[in-house]
């Protein structure tokens, strides 16, 4: 396949152009694609960023999907999906920095497949990515289930546009969120033989389960030289650089300077999630939930702001030229090893800029 036929869609979000917009020069530096800069109800000001950025490439262009306010991110796909004619329809997250020759290694695999997805987020750990059947929510970071299905994600993404457009108009699901009572009966059916009825599907997962119940050939693999840091186009606004839910975190984290926080952390966030409903949840809802699933949502969620505000924090530190804040404690090392090797390769991206 010839890279360059590629065309990568990069939303950007309020409040996050200035800190982010950085990031699009690693994927320029290491790859031949094209990149269009999609604007989902910035600022005047973050929107004429944008323009001017795309003018000084000329394998980026620009376009605005809403102008004045944030359409939900699904529905933003949808509608770039529907203006896509080209053979493959791409997408990254704007968080996603590139250190090396990414797409290389992705294109072997679209000879076999007709979807590959990466970009698992920094803070991920296995429970975060795997789904066991028995879970009722199915969002952002699982790309497969427990019982072997590859459903793959949206923070990175490449798909055969013909079959992708074929099975949006067979079914009448796109990428948006979706609830189980909003499914037509006759997409529950197929979604029931396979397994894979939910709660509630994230971006992209409703649409993904039917593609796989319809043979679709998904393939997911976190490339090496990509590196997600998951959850920064939430943020929004400037908040500490810590997230605490309470005194148990604090505890945990500054307890021995954070030698217990492995298990620690996994006590605080099984009561978290006993005591607290999940985010979108009312507390009955929440109720149907295992308790496993309820410590792995508040898991994900403390992991995932606690990396997104972090990152805030380094990029506004590097942008003044002052000391980078300390890496933040996940209780997973493995986590906190990739969010170092993040923090040193966008060190030196914004050093290169000055």
């Not at 072997?108 to 990466?118: A, E, K, R």
């Not at 992209?204 to 590196?227: C, P, Q, R, T, W």
Request: some cysteine; charged content about 20%; aromatic content about 12%.
């Amino acid at each position: 396949m010839n890279t360059t036929q590629l065309n990568f869609n990069i939303i950007f979000t309020p409040n996050t152009v200035k800190r982010l917009l950085p990031f699009v020069y690693s994927l320029l530096d290491w790859s031949d694609c094209q990149y269009q800069i999609v604007c989902n109800g910035c600022s005047k000001e973050e929107q004429q960023l944008l323009r001017n950025f795309c003018l000084k490439n000329s394998r980026l262009t620009y376009i605005a999907a809403s102008e004045n306010e944030i359409t939900e991110h699904g529905l933003v796909l949808d509608w770039l999906q529907s203006q896509t004619e080209s053979e493959w329809f791409c997408f990254l997250d704007s968080d996603i920095i590139a250190t090396g020759p990414y797409l290389s290694e992705a294109m072997g695999h679209l000879n076999q497949y007709d979807v590959f997805t990466s970009g698992h987020p920094l803070w991920y750990a296995e429970e975060d990515i795997e789904l066991p059947p028995s879970f009722k929510r199915w969002l952002g970071s699982c790309f497969k289930t427990t019982d072997g299905k590859t459903l793959g994600g949206t923070y990175f993404a490449i798909y055969n546009n013909k079959k992708l457009g074929q099975v949006i108009s067979e079914t009448g699901v796109g990428f948006r969120f979706q609830r189980w009572d909003e499914v037509t009966k006759e997409n529950q059916d197929i979604l029931e033989s396979f397994g894979l009825n939910k709660f509630d599907y994230d971006t992209g997962k409703l649409l993904m389960a039917l593609m796989f119940a319809k043979g679709i050939n998904f393939y997911s693999k976190d490339l090496e030289h990509i590196h997600h840091l998951g959850g920064f186009s939430s943020l929004g606004t400037d908040e500490p650089a810590v997230y605490y839910r309470g005194w148990l975190d604090k505890f945990a984290c500054l307890f021995l300077s954070g030698h217990l926080a492995w298990v620690l952390l996994k006590i605080a966030d099984t009561w978290y999630g006993l005591t607290r409903p999940a985010k979108g949840m009312t507390s009955s809802q929440s109720k149907h939930l295992s308790i496993s699933e309820r410590r792995i949502l508040q898991s994900r969620e403390r992991k995932r702001l606690n990396t997104a505000r972090y990152f805030a924090k380094v990029i506004q530190n590097l942008v003044d030229n002052q000391p980078l804040p300390v890496i933040p404690v996940m209780g997973f090392k493995k986590a906190e090893d990739r969010i170092l090797e993040a923090t040193s390769h966008i060190s030196k991206l914004y050093k290169n800029l000055t």
